[in-house]
């Protein structure tokens, strides 16, 4: 089991920014896939943003569509994933979660509703409040 570790939550303003990072050790996540993913009160938990490994995997930063031109997922480091999310509302108000793909070397599926299977280790969550 690969340990994963979220933090950067809070509570922040409608229009504001928050920046998430996902966090690991003894374990290079440069090469492999992750992803973030969230889950509203009484809804199922969705994906946000995957990025690819870059030695082997495209490389490539996918997004889906509520979150496409506000969040920007990103590495920071070997071991550090970044989710920068600015404009926030009221409707991205979560727990986020982030997600390694055990495979080594993948790419993330264009189809953001795969993201959720392909990933194997899992971080305990991390809270994000927007207030209107």
């Known amino acids: 089991q690969v340990p994963l570790v979220e933090s950067g939550g809070g509570s922040v303003q409608s229009g504001g920014s928050l920046r998430l990072s996902c966090a690991t050790s003894g374990y290079t996540l440069d090469y492999y896939a992750v992803a973030w993913f969230r889950q509203a009160p009484g809804k199922q938990r969705e994906g946000v943003a995957c990025?690819?490994?870059?030695?082997?995997?495209?490389?490539?930063a996918y997004y889906v569509d509520s979150t496409k031109g506000r969040f920007t997922i990103s590495r920071d480091n070997a071991n550090t994933v970044i989710l920068q999310m600015d404009n926030l509302k009221s409707e991205d108000t979560a727990v986020y979660y982030c997600a390694a793909d055990p495979r080594f070397g993948r790419s993330c599926s264009k189809n953001s509703n795969t993201w959720k299977d392909d990933m194997g280790y899992w971080g305990k969550g991390t809270l994000v409040t927007v207030s209107s």
């Open positions: 990025i690819s490994s870059g030695d082997i995997g495209d490389g490539l």
